[in-house]
């Protein structure tokens, strides 16, 4: 055995380490106090300069990086069961990022109503109604189901003079379950008095593969096409772009020199 050279900065056990490792190392410890050395000691400047630009946008390690379906279900079982857990840090990280704090603030751009109807809240309770009932209730449709204020959404704010997102997700009377009724897309728009227009008939709500292309006469854009023209030294006819048809004269490159060939 080795005979002992330094010792546990915690314990002072004997320990051996070799000479060109005492030169390097801030302190000695032994493996059953190594974390706690490690703690006494603290950050060196290149481990804080690390830290620091790993917290740095884009800088991320794991970018790129895709995680198996498996690996998500799990996370995302984890995470909404530690969010059901601490509400009280949810909470709190929650209003770190909110109003002002936000890296995307404007000043407040969206009006109350809006912001609301953006809220975490507003979505939960959209989501309830729609699992209580199941369907429409006027016409008894399964599909393009959407929650509907039986009492306006805006009459509440005003009943309750709401101005803020804090007051509104205080109001127990925005999120009561029994003020809301299922309908579908058809059904919320003819009680709103607006035009419904059905899924498939407007480019917005058509997959990006069914739209129809806007090419040729289709495109807003569109000033008539190329223009036709004869080319001087073969006799083919050829289309120009209009942008350029006033220079051009010869179909291709090679009419072009063979022209040039016969006036030197």
């Not at 704090?101 to 959209?126: D, L, P």
């Not at 772009?241 to 179909?251: D, I, M, Y």
Request: glycine share 8%.
């Amino acid at each position: 055995m080795r005979t002992p050279n330094a010792e546990c900065c915690v314990c002072g056990k004997p320990l051996y380490r070799r000479p060109n490792e005492l030169a390097r190392v801030r302190y000695v410890a032994c493996m059953e106090h190594r974390n706690e050395a490690q703690d006494n000691a603290g950050l060196t400047e290149a481990q804080l300069a690390a830290l620091a630009m790993g917290r740095r946008p884009g800088t991320n390690h794991r970018t790129g990086y895709k995680h198996r379906e498996e690996t998500k279900r799990k996370m995302s079982a984890s995470h909404k069961a530690w969010c059901a857990a601490n509400p009280d840090k949810v909470k709190a990280r929650g209003e770190k990022v909110r109003g002002a704090n936000h890296y995307n603030w404007k000043g407040g751009a969206s009006e109350v109503s809006t912001s609301i109807r953006q809220m975490t809240e507003n979505r939960k309770w959209m989501d309830a109604v729609v699992r209580r009932d199941m369907l429409c209730l006027l016409c008894g449709a399964e599909t393009d189901l959407e929650a509907h204020h039986v009492k306006p959404f805006a009459e509440i704010m005003k009943e309750h003079g709401i101005t803020t997102r804090e007051q509104a997700r205080q109001c127990s009377a925005l999120w009561d379950l029994s003020n809301g009724v299922t309908l579908c897309e058809r059904c919320h728009c003819k009680e709103h008095g607006r035009a419904y227009t059905p899924s498939g008939m407007g480019r917005r709500k058509l997959p990006k593969k069914a739209r129809e292309p806007q090419v040729g006469s289709r495109n807003p854009n569109w000033q008539g096409g190329g223009i036709k023209l004869v080319c001087p030294q073969c006799g083919i006819e050829f289309v120009a772009k209009r942008s350029v048809a006033g220079l051009r004269r010869f179909c291709s490159r090679g009419c072009v020199n063979e022209s040039q060939r016969k006036h030197l």
